[in-house]
């Protein structure tokens, strides 16, 4: 598929040290019609019975569309839990807890103030969503092509890093403006009490620079999590298959993988929150404070202040992570796309070394 000096270079970069563990890919064959066919075969056999082909556009459309789903809804729905987070961030002197935090946002702006920030939420993250899981998906079978088919297991764990943070890129150039505007509605009393209200303001005071000052802080924040949430969820969905499932993969249900699936998210989702949750704190404080830079929010927060409001963040991107993958996954087992097993080792491999005849 690519030139022989181009996969020749890709073998031999960084990526293809062990650290980095990729899926098997066989070479996409022209078929009778002179149409190329792809097979992700490191990642095993797809599904039988699926009526989208895997590597198609329309794979990855459903795939971004599965990206909409689960990362606009879930987000929106943990609006409340995301409110408490970001004020026990910028004011910890007034909240002091994740119950008092409630508590005073209830009794200062009633039960509708908790639902502040909803729509640059299900806008911005929906955005995300869509460039996250549908790049991710891309970018998996691009660096597969690359990488072989056997360094594309071997390396697999570096697969799914190189793809989730090429990903999350993207993702975050689309999320950036409604983050700012939703961090400014929830953490600056009486700036903004609606996305229609805060957009003009913030650009007549900041112009498009109010929108995208966070950014950096963001690729900070949410690379090294989509890093995790990928390749985490991936390496623990094998690990769950291969020693706490009692029966193989192709055995189970469509409802037992969903189950499985939902439980690699929340372990997933642990990691994730602990991962990114100091330049989360940066962001926050960041987008309240509109003549600050990143250093010096950093600075003055200090080692302790970046830590503020973790067990919040882990509650919320734990059960926030969960969902996204069992939506995501339902949206594939609806669509009935392609969902490859967890990879096996290709037979070449195992002759190489010695571990069949």
């Not at 007034?94 to 908790?114: H, M, P, Q, Y």
């Not at 700012?180 to 996305?195: E, F």
Request: hydrophobic share 40%; aromatic share 12%.
């Amino acid at each position: 598929m690519y030139p022989t000096a181009l996969t020749q270079l890709a073998r031999g970069n960084p990526f293809s040290s062990p650290l980095f563990n990729i899926q098997k890919v066989e070479e996409p064959k022209q078929s009778l019609h002179g149409q190329r066919t792809r097979t992700l075969a490191a990642a095993a056999t797809s599904d039988e019975g699926a009526e989208v082909e895997f590597g198609s556009q329309k794979y990855f459309l459903l795939c971004g569309f599965g990206g909409i789903l689960s990362c606009g809804t879930t987000h929106t729905a943990l609006v409340p839990l995301d409110l408490i987070k970001c004020r026990l961030q910028v004011d910890p002197e007034k909240f002091k807890s994740i119950g008092n935090g409630f508590r005073l946002t209830v009794r200062e702006d009633g039960v509708r103030g908790l639902a502040k920030g909803w729509a640059p939420t299900f806008i911005g993250y929906s955005m995300q969503g869509l460039c996250k899981f549908g790049f991710y998906e891309v970018f998996k079978v691009f660096y597969s092509d690359l990488l072989g088919e056997e360094n594309t297991y071997l390396w697999r764990t570096s697969l799914y890093l190189a793809a989730s943070a090429s990903a999350e890129f993207f993702a975050d150039i689309a999320l950036a403006p409604m983050e700012a505007v939703k961090v400014r509605i929830q953490t600056k009393p009486g700036y903004a009490n609606t996305l229609r209200e805060c957009v003009p303001k913030m650009y007549a005071e900041e112009g498009v620079w109010a929108f995208y000052k966070g950014l950096v802080p963001l690729w900070m924040r949410q690379i090294p999590y989509t890093m995790m949430k990928f390749s985490c969820f991936e390496r623990t969905v094998e690990l769950l298959y291969k020693h706490a499932v009692p029966k193989p993969r192709s055995e189970c249900t469509k409802s037992e993988q969903l189950v499985v699936t939902f439980v690699a998210g929340y372990i997933a989702g642990v990691f994730c929150a602990i991962v990114s949750h100091p330049a989360d704190s940066v962001v926050s404080v960041l987008n309240k404070e509109s003549g600050s830079t990143a250093t010096q929010v950093l600075k003055k927060l200090g080692p302790k202040g970046v830590w503020k409001g973790l067990v919040a963040r882990i509650i919320m991107i734990g059960t926030l992570t969960a969902l996204q993958w069992f939506i995501y996954d339902s949206v594939k087992v609806y669509f009935r796309l392609p969902r490859p097993a967890p990879p096996e080792m290709p037979e070449s491999l195992k002759k190489k070394l010695g571990l069949t005849e």
